[in-house]
């Protein structure tokens, strides 16, 4: 009889156990030597109080709410314009419009007979990324350039679906929105507004159909995403709403205590659950930073259907808080502690950050104006910017140095709220302890004022503003 003892073969529990460890280990391994994912999820005319974390208390946002208190929530954080398309140029350019020339004092934003674009000289964040091999995304809406050249995918971007500007915009002539909003939202009819639905270059769907677009824009990141998990990718997804005409998905229509707008915000809190949701089911999460904001504050004429900038003066298009102080939060488990940060960040300062931690160098050869928050972010050390400049089109309205905000002119918005006036001496509030800018200290402080001049005066001293590239139309 052979005695020999043959080896011990494993339960089977312990080998797949050994297995998925392994596969774990190698996944996490892989994680730890690439650079981090990236994902902005970008809404539009939303304003600093309609989250559930901001303080409003009928909208129920507990997706947020949780990315919040899983991440940080910024309160002084700065859209770099108060409407649509130089906001949306900021923050992918990282340098404030005028520099670029998508400001103008004739045209606020591109429209469908817009003759120009993003200029072709500018670096976008998705350009950045891509020389080191990020794939890039963006869904939603794009308001930088309707005309090939001017696209995403001539702008760094592997791959578009979405509208090439406002949702509002293509109107067929149809019942004036403000007229349907007061009959409700049987009234509000997507033919009424002809724009465009593309995936990359070509259009495959028109009208766009509004009441899924929410909807369909969290599904085609979350897609994106699954398919190019293994390796570092950029996701810009830039929701057309909640800027008007309000639509919502049936399984969020009429749910909302604040009404039709409240659905709509209920609508992309729902799908940012899912995206993070995914992230963490394809073991991403830890390895992938999400930023959540909006371009511009909420457009107050339109009621009920417009948004609230909660404590905060007035709203889009104004250089007051309201107009570009943004909700903001940033998630990454594991790397992001939980906090409330309350110093100064901005949308521009995203292409900095973004690009220091994937190891880029930021472009000598033009001023950039984002600054690099990697240290507020994962060492909760000061925030290096300092300042803030706010520009109405080409001319600067006023400037933000620490807690004090002067105002050089002050402008309702688009002719709303207030008539354009410019101060001899400029209004000065401290927007720490007073953020709705209600008392004006100018005279209290002449000293800060000087400090301020002199910031300005240094500012414009290297100012080169690009050609106005959103005034010819055809």
């Known amino acids: 009889m052979n005695d020999k003892k043959l080896p011990l073969k494993p339960p089977r529990h312990l080998c797949l156990l050994f297995l998925f460890l392994g596969m774990y280990l190698t996944s996490a391994q892989t994680n730890k030597q690439r650079p981090p994912n990236f994902v902005i999820i970008f809404a539009d005319d939303l304003g600093y109080g309609d989250l559930g974390v901001y303080g409003h208390p009928t909208i129920k946002t507990p997706n947020l709410d949780k990315m919040a208190h899983e991440g940080q929530k910024w309160t002084n954080f700065y859209a770099g314009a108060s409407v649509c398309t130089p906001s949306r140029a900021a923050l992918l350019t990282g340098r404030l419009p005028v520099r670029s020339g998508m400001a103008s004092n004739k045209q606020r ?6 003759k120009n674009g993003l200029p072709a000289d500018e670096i976008t964040l998705a350009e950045q990324l891509k020389k080191v091999g990020y794939g890039t995304a963006c869904i939603g809406k794009w308001h930088l350039g309707h005309k090939e050249q ?14 090439p500007y406002s949702n509002d915009m293509d109107a067929t002539g149809g019942k004036n929105y403000k007229e349907a909003a007061k009959e409700g939202p049987s009234a ?8 465009p639905l593309m995936r990359n270059t070509e259009i495959i769907e028109r009208p766009a159909e509004q009441n899924t677009i929410t909807k369909r824009y969290s599904e ?7 398919k ?10 830039a929701h057309n709403l909640p800027h008007i005409p309000l639509f919502a998905s049936q399984a969020f229509s009429g749910k909302s205590e604040r009404g039709l707008y409240g659905d709509v915000v209920s609508e992309i809190d729902d799908g940012v659950g899912k995206i993070l949701a995914t992230l963490k089911e394809e073991g991403l999460a830890d390895n992938t930073i999400v930023i959540f904001t909006s371009d511009n504050g909420p457009w107050l004429p339109f009621k009920t259907h ?3 900038a909660g404590l905060l003066r007035a709203g889009k298009g104004t250089t007051w808080e309201g107009g570009m102080r943004e909700p903001t939060i940033f998630w990454s488990p594991g790397k992001i502690k939980p906090a409330v940060i309350t110093d100064l960040g901005s949308t521009m300062d995203l292409f900095t950050t973004f690009s220091k931690l994937a190891g880029i160098k930021i472009p000598e050869n033009r001023i950039v104006d984002g600054v690099d928050l990697s240290g507020p972010l994962f060492e909760q050390t000061k925030s290096p910017r300092k300042n803030m400049f706010y520009y109405r089109g080409t001319d600067l309205y006023a400037v933000r140095l620490g807690d004090y905000k002067a105002h050089f002119i002050t402008e309702g918005a688009y002719g709303q709220f207030g008539e354009r006036e410019e101060h001899s001496t400029p209004l000065l509030y401290n927007v ?3 953020p709705s800018e209600q008392f004006d200290i ?9 400090q301020i001049n002199t910031l300005v005066a240094e500012h414009q001293s290297k100012l080169v503003k690009g050609k106005d590239m959103l005034a010819e139309r055809e």
């Open 109 to 114: 934003v591109l429209f469908p007979d817009s």
């Open 188 to 195: 509000i009819k997507i033919a009424d507004y002809n724009v």
């Open 220 to 226: 085609e990141a979350i897609s994106y995403i699954k």
């Open 150 to 163: 001017y696209l995403p995918t001539n702008n760094g971007f592997d791959y578009y679906f979405g509208i």
């Open 442 to 450: 100018a005279a209290e402080h002449p000293e800060i004022i000087e």
């Open 432 to 434: 720490n302890e007073d």
């Open 306 to 308: 417009g948004g609230s």
């Open 228 to 237: 190019n998990k293994d390796k570092p990718f950029l996701v810009y997804l």
